[in-house]
């Protein structure tokens, strides 16, 4: 096709457009010929287009792999002088050289699961709500509006908002538990995490939830089963495989999430004794020490925690999408 | 000398500001077979959905006057007791398709969080899906999903579901227009049992099985019940000339 499309005409294509409006009735074969010209350009155009999207898709593609490969290297140094001794290893003290990542991988999970479990109720709340009680109307849009709003916030105005309210109530709350009243830690870190990622199982809880046939709800109604029931013997067993994968993403979020963890969880480089005790992500700990790793295992072995951070986050966000496609498809 | 079970007193249903069932006045006769039948939109199944209360789960919909059921009106009493006693079959066969075979025949119970003896249970069971002729084809796989049936057999399944319930009346919305004829056919002839025990109404947009299954026919037309008679009378000497127009095919 393309060997049809006269180059003449791609070189001044503005002219022939302007030509052929602006001519005063030319004879019909000319006429006839620059219409086809033009449908020329408009496939060439088309060409154009369509190979420019593939291009920008696969740079995509490409830029994630990119990181990847650029995680690797950089943690080479780091996997060959620590081995895999790393990953369990409970000390971390740079200045003796000594890089153990367990704590900061305890600090992690401690804070996204604890995060998770605060969140899961009130995720699956807002999720039944918009989804089976007020699909429409004012404050449902409202509701459905502020929790997507929650997602959107930047994270430090959630370490801010941490610092300067949740901290001295974690404080307090310490106090009459009789630990010690510090405030910052992994309590604190996954209050602020359970907020965060809210939207997240909320959003796809909801979309599932609007999913489930009308039939089958009828059906139960039929038989005589109030609201309740049908939400928990037609619309949770129906959509349970779509919640979870919600729950999963929720995870993913709150394994990667730095900044406003950073700022609440006290950056000690302990291995948590409790969930009031402080600590530190894999993800705080590269924010906090990236800067200053002076000597070269140092700094790789920050990388190797972002890598294996990445892998993890990559693994979870997979199964959840994974989870998704299977139900979407039934 | 037949007793009525259900009678609607002016009873007129809406959604919002649209006023689709005006008026209707009916007297069903207990364990007769009553055909509902008229042109598409012309109010028949908002009428039967407001018998069972089922109507006003559509959010905007609305209903007035009363309906009797054994002289007690509906309308008065919480939409659970209404559905225990007047149980639906839809026009697409929708078994849980979590559920087993047997979990979705006492799937009522279920729901409703009433305990029985496995005994209990599987007399229910086996009880209901006798009635629906569905036990001899299915009492090996009792087990299996219920969307494994074929569609004639989901809706006796959902029949049968129906049925557990021991409810007084049954509501069908069009039970075969999504089945095939054989299955039609099986379904037609399950009416003729489910009499003895029951009360149906049945919506259809088929003529032909009004004219087949039922002992009375309702001719709506636009919101209106326009005539309720015999079904022999409404096929032969209908007295509305809209009712004959209908049956002669001079509109549909």
């Known amino acids: 096709m393309e060997t049809l499309v006269d180059n003449d005409l791609i070189a001044r294509p503005d002219?022939?457009?302007?030509?052929?409006?602006?001519?005063?009735?030319?004879?019909?074969?000319?006429?006839?010929?620059?219409?086809?010209?033009?449908?020329?350009?408009?496939?060439?155009?088309?060409?154009?287009f369509r190979r420019s999207l593939i291009i920008v898709g696969l740079l995509m593609v490409a830029l994630v792999f990119a990181i990847m490969l650029t995680l690797i290297v950089e943690s080479i140094p780091?996997?060959?002088?620590?081995?895999?001794?790393?990953l369990w290893g409970k000390t971390w003290d740079p200045v003796k050289d000594v890089y153990g990542a367990l704590p900061f991988l305890m600090g992690t999970l401690l804070t996204s699961f604890l995060a998770l479990l605060i969140s899961v109720p009130f995720s699956f709340a807002v999720a039944i709500v918009l989804g089976e009680y007020y699909p429409q109307g004012w404050l449902s849009n409202l509701l459905k509006n502020m929790v997507e709003l929650i997602a959107a916030v930047p994270s430090v105005i959630y370490g801010f908002w941490g610092l300067a309210v949740l901290v001295p109530i974690v404080r307090t709350f310490e106090?009459?538990?009789?630990?010690?009243?510090m405030g910052y830690g992994i309590f604190s870190s996954s209050l602020i995490l359970a907020i965060m990622?809210?939207?997240?199982?909320?959003?796809?809880?909801?979309?599932?939830?609007?999913?489930?046939?009308?039939?089958?709800k009828e059906a139960a109604y039929s038989l005589g089963a109030t609201r309740?029931?049908?939400?928990?013997?037609?619309?949770?067993?129906?959509?349970?495989?779509?919640?979870?994968?919600?729950?999963?993403?929720?995870?993913?979020?709150?394994?990667?999430?730095?900044?406003?963890?950073?700022?609440?969880?006290?950056?000690?480089?302990?291995?948590?004794?409790?969930?009031?005790?402080?600590?530190?992500?894999?993800?705080?700990?590269?924010?906090?020490?990236?800067?200053?790793?002076?000597?070269?295992?140092?700094?790789?072995?920050?990388?190797?925690l972002g890598l294996v951070l990445f892998l993890v986050t990559v693994v979870i966000n997979m199964i959840g999408k994974k989870v998704i496609g299977k139900f979407t498809n039934e | 000398?037949?007793?009525?079970?259900?009678?609607?007193?002016?009873?007129?249903?809406?959604?919002?500001?649209?006023?689709?069932?005006?008026?209707?006045?009916?007297?069903?006769?207990?364990?007769?077979?009553?055909?509902?039948?008229?042109?598409?939109?012309?109010?028949?199944?908002?009428?039967?959905?407001?018998?069972?209360?089922?109507?006003?789960?559509?959010?905007?919909?609305?209903?007035?006057?009363?309906?009797?059921?054994n002289g007690?009106?509906?309308?008065?009493?919480?939409?659970?007791?209404?559905?225990?006693?007047?149980?639906?079959?839809?026009?697409?066969?929708?078994?849980?398709?979590?559920?087993?075979?047997?979990?979705?025949?006492?799937?009522?119970?279920?729901?409703?969080?009433?305990?029985?003896?496995?005994?209990?249970?599987?007399?229910?069971?086996?009880?209901?899906?006798?009635?629906?002729?569905?036990?001899?084809?299915?009492?090996?796989?009792?087990?299996?999903?219920?969307?494994?049936l074929s569609g004639g057999q989901q809706q006796r399944l959902c029949i049968a579901r129906a049925v557990a319930m021991e409810p007084e009346v049954l509501l069908f919305d069009e039970p075969t227009s999504a089945l095939d004829p054989i299955s039609t056919s099986t379904v037609e002839e399950l009416f003729h049992e489910l009499k003895k025990n029951y009360t149906l109404i049945i919506v259809t947009h088929n003529m032909q099985q009004a004219a087949r299954v039922s002992d009375k026919t309702a001719f709506f037309y636009m919101g209106e019940l326009v005539e309720y008679d015999n079904t022999k009378k409404m096929f032969t000497n209908p007295s509305d000339i809209r009712t004959q127009n209908y049956i002669t095919g001079r509109f549909s």
């Open chain 1, 15 to 48: 002219e022939s457009l302007g030509r052929a409006f602006s001519a005063p009735k030319p004879k019909d074969a000319a006429k006839a010929s620059k219409r086809i010209k033009r449908s020329h350009r408009q496939i060439r155009t088309e060409t154009f």
């Open chain 1, 78 to 86: 780091s996997i060959k002088a620590l081995g895999a001794g790393y």
């Open chain 1, 175 to 181: 106090t009459s538990l009789g630990v010690p009243p």
């Open chain 1, 197 to 216: 990622i809210i939207p997240y199982a909320a959003s796809l809880g909801r979309s599932m939830i609007q999913m489930v046939p009308a039939n089958l």
């Open chain 1, 228 to 304: 309740w029931e049908v939400i928990r013997s037609v619309i949770l067993p129906y959509t349970k495989s779509g919640l979870f994968a919600g729950v999963l993403l929720s995870l993913g979020r709150a394994l990667g999430e730095t900044m406003a963890v950073t700022m609440v969880i006290g950056n000690t480089t302990l291995m948590p004794n409790g969930i009031f005790s402080t600590g530190n992500t894999m993800a705080s700990v590269i924010a906090n020490e990236l800067g200053e790793a002076d000597k070269v295992v140092y700094n790789s072995a920050l990388v190797e």
């Open chain 2, 1 to 69: 000398m037949e007793s009525t079970i259900v009678k609607s007193v002016d009873y007129n249903a809406y959604f919002g500001d649209n006023h689709v069932v005006k008026n209707v006045n009916i007297e069903i006769p207990k364990n007769n077979v009553v055909a509902v039948m008229g042109p598409s939109g012309c109010g028949k199944t908002t009428f039967l959905r407001g018998i069972n209360r089922m109507h006003e789960l559509i959010p905007g919909a609305t209903a007035k006057g009363k309906i009797l059921l």
């Open chain 2, 72 to 148: 007690e009106d509906v309308m008065e009493m919480h939409p659970i007791f209404v559905r225990l006693k007047i149980g639906m079959v839809f026009q697409r066969p929708n078994p849980f398709p979590n559920l087993s075979i047997y979990d979705n025949v006492i799937a009522g119970y279920k729901l409703n969080g009433i305990k029985l003896p496995k005994a209990e249970k599987d007399r229910i069971v086996e009880h209901s899906l006798t009635r629906v002729a569905l036990w001899k084809e299915v009492k090996d796989s009792l087990t299996k999903k219920g969307s494994f």
